[in-house]
């Protein structure tokens, strides 16, 4: 099917199932631990071995020798698979970083080894007994030190400009020019990197927690040197990605390799340290923000520059994408650079650009308003756009900014706020109020699925859609039972393996959007099928479990008496998202408390306000944007990959250095969505939302502690270090 006209009125719109707050159906099987994740197919591997992987102990260099006789002869052992053994390996195209290192390392933690034995424990204690020999070599490892031999990155639209930004910003009568830098940011998902590999023949049968099923084959194979058809990838239930699961990692090669050189299955879990180094990371950013305006508040010139940095082959993070977009301005200007840094992979993490972006540009924002004396919701409703101002020509096809800003602002009690920083108090505590703007594109990409009609009226979904924790298995459970009008009791959603059609799969804000109108186009088909079987219209009506056309009405059931009825579909894209800007918009309040003494910051409460095209289940988009929201907390006050700048590593790689927020940290979260649909979008006319939630929430308590304190902290994460010397004088 081909989406290439705005939506109009279809079954989706009825809402009896779509848009309804219904509990996650595969809720429980994830809390009595029946749901199986990569590590847990015990039903389907029969004495498995285990495997260890072995991280570099060193950042560049290559390795010298490497002495694996004690490990060898240790107990239990039954392989163990390096660079040397493996046979001749590829890289697969979505990895920068090969994923077997060896003789040549080119990041800390890169594997060099596994060691495969009859249980974990013995797999691990031969693997502290291989002995490596290394020549390092000097790396790159410092942001600020690479920033000036960084480079116009090679692929995509690094820099733009519109107008006169220079001659604009010069003649503002207000200006800001300002320096923010974000730290580099570990996905820190509940599930490690796992993977079940067993050969079944030639073919390789792959449990793995991946994001993109058929990304994830097509990378397999290539790195092992096989065809797509010989690698059957599995991924039902995945518990956390982030993005850190988009691509195949280590685990998945290593698994296969191992199980082969074994002759048995084998089971991998990177150790924790390991999904710190030798996995990927959001990068740090440095980021430049100028902005020039009239005394009344209106933009006249805005620029955004940021630097970032990878492995050699690796990409920028885009971080100045919002500002292409967010607020209106005659000029403007925005550049991308890349440095070559030789530290673990950098790549996607939740809302990759704009959530990095948007820590920045909307301190900023914050920043000019108070130096123009305006209020920042106002200043930001005065410089809305309903047009692409890049190409004016362009309009967005819905943007409600401004409502997201002026309900979030009566909601949350702005009105309330005294405008001077460091003016109230609550006993020891400043009290703070902040807010920001979000800000997410939609992305719409093709996505297939198959649907079943069986004799007793139950409809199966198949598709490799994943669920990451964000409800898939529900909201296409809803589009199946709306589009063929029975309950949802009556729908079987299979998800997750590389025998289903080709989805969207799981990232970038566009999986439930995009999964969802496949399975709308599979329905459509089957629709069609069951009228003609039943001699009815093709427009006849779905509903209760019966077909309904004129005085003729049947059960469902009946088309598929003689045998089942099967339909597969793709949803494809015409030019819509080229003639109309897509975009999700929100706004972020937040209320802080922060010690007047200590500099310890309290965040007291939490409001985001939501405009994301119809919601198609209002209780799985809350958890959403509100576990977005608390990662936004996290980016704020306290996440933070600590490099050590001489030996080219993260420091503090586990869950007990890296300081996530905790519930304690959190309070209790608000998120209102407005009422409306996008039928430019696709026929669900819905959006996405997952990663729209954790976008501005950063700048928001970072604006919020400057209005408690009075303190501009432009380095994130805010810390308190940060804040003791410069906390008003009257607070000691």
Not at 77 to 90: E, F, K, R, S, Y
Not at 249 to 262: I, T
Not at 525 to 545: C, Q, Y
Request: hydrophobic residues 40%; aromatic residues 6%.
């Amino acid at each position: 099917m081909k989406f290439d006209t705005p939506a109009t009125k279809n079954p989706i719109d009825r809402l009896a199932v779509v848009g309804q707050p219904v509990d996650r159906i595969d809720g429980p099987l994830k809390t009595t631990g029946t749901a199986r994740y990569a590590y847990e197919h015990h039903d389907a591997v029969a004495h498995p071995a285990y495997g260890y992987v072995v991280g570099a102990a060193i950042a560049k260099g290559t390795i010298r020798s490497m002495d694996l006789s004690a490990a060898r002869a240790a107990p239990g052992v039954l392989a163990i698979v390096t660079a040397d053994n493996a046979g001749p390996l590829g890289k697969g195209d979505k990895n920068t970083a090969t994923l077997l290192g060896g003789p040549s390392i080119e990041h800390y933690h890169q594997a060099i080894a596994l060691v495969v034995a009859e249980s974990f424990e013995q797999a691990r204690w031969a693997a502290r007994r291989i002995r490596v020999d290394y020549a390092r070599a000097d790396g790159a490892f410092d942001l600020a030190r690479a920033k000036d031999s960084a480079s116009k990155p090679e692929s995509g639209k690094p820099d733009t400009s519109v107008g006169d930004f220079d001659g604009a910003f010069a003649a503002a009568p207000v200006k800001l020019d300002a320096t923010y830098t974000t730290p580099d940011q570990s996905h820190a998902m509940m599930e490690p990197h796992a993977s079940t590999a067993l050969w079944d023949g030639g073919t390789l049968v792959l449990w793995t927690s991946n994001q993109m099923v058929a990304w994830g084959v097509a990378d397999v194979a290539k790195t092992l040197g096989i065809p797509k058809e010989k690698v059957h990838l599995m991924s039902p239930f995945i518990g956390g990605g982030f993005g850190g699961k988009l691509f195949v990692r280590a685990d998945a090669v290593l698994a296969a390799l191992g199980a082969r050189a074994a002759k048995r299955p084998v089971k991998v879990a990177l150790q924790r340290p390991l999904m710190f180094n030798n996995t990927t990371h959001r990068p740090a950013t440095i980021q430049r923000i100028r902005i020039g305006a009239t005394r009344e508040g209106r933009i006249t010139a805005i620029a955004h520059e940021s630097w970032s940095g990878d492995l050699t082959g690796g990409k920028p993070e885009t971080a100045v994408d919002q500002t292409r977009l967010l607020y209106a301005g005659a000029n403007r200007m925005t550049a991308l650079r890349l440095a070559v840094l030789d530290l673990a992979e950098a790549n996607a993490m939740r809302a990759p650009g704009e959530a990095p972006g948007m820590m920045a540009l909307e301190i900023a924002i914050d920043e000019i308003a108070e130096k123009l004396g305006i209020d920042p919701v106002q200043f930001r409703v005065a410089n809305d756009t309903q047009v692409d101002p890049e190409h004016p020509e362009r309009p967005f096809s819905k943007r409600r900014l401004v409502d997201c800003l002026t309900m979030g602002a009566e909601k949350f009690g702005w009105k309330g706020r005294n405008p001077r920083p460091a003016s109230t108090r609550d006993g020891r505590w400043l009290v703070g109020f902040g807010v920001a703007a979000a800000f997410r594109n939609n992305l719409v990409t093709k996505s297939g699925a198959r649907v079943r009609l069986g004799k007793d009226g139950v409809v199966t979904v198949e598709t490799d859609m994943t669920d990451i924790g964000t409800g898939s298995y529900t909201i296409i459970a809803q589009t199946a039972a709306e589009m063929m009008g029975i309950p949802l009791d009556r729908v079987v959603v299979r998800l997750g393996d590389s025998d289903y059609p080709v989805s969207s799969g799981s990232g970038g804000q566009w999986g439930g959007n995009s999964s969802t109108a496949g399975v709308y186009a599979a329905c459509t088909k089957l629709r069609e099928a069951v009228a003609a079987k039943l001699g009815l219209p093709p427009d006849a009506e779905f509903v209760d479990g019966r077909v309904r056309a004129g005085e003729r009405d049947l059960a469902l059931s009946d088309a598929a008496r003689a045998g089942e009825l099967v339909a597969e579909d793709s949803m494809e894209y015409g030019d819509l998202d080229k003639r109309y800007q897509q975009s999700t918009f929100g706004a972020h309040f937040v209320e802080v408390r922060v010690d007047a003494a200590t500099g310890e910051t309290r965040v007291k409460r939490m409001l985001a306000v939501c405009a994301a095209g119809r919601i198609l289940n209002p209780k799985t988009a809350r958890s959403q944007v509100i576990g977005a929201m608390t990662m936004g907390v996290g980016a704020a006050l306290s996440e933070h990959l600590v490099v050590d700048r001489s030996a080219g590593f993260f420091v503090n790689h586990d869950l007990a250095g890296y300081e996530v927020p905790v519930h304690a940290d959190i309070p209790h979260l608000d998120v209102v969505f407005l009422d409306e649909t996008d039928p430019m979008s696709s026929p669900m006319k819905a959006k996405g939302v997952a990663e729209l939630g954790i976008c501005g929430v950063a700048a928001a308590i970072a604006n919020a502690i400057h209005h408690a304190t009075g303190v501009r902290v432009r380095d994130y994460p805010v810390t308190l270090d940060k804040l003791l010397d410069h906390l008003p004088a009257s607070a000691a």
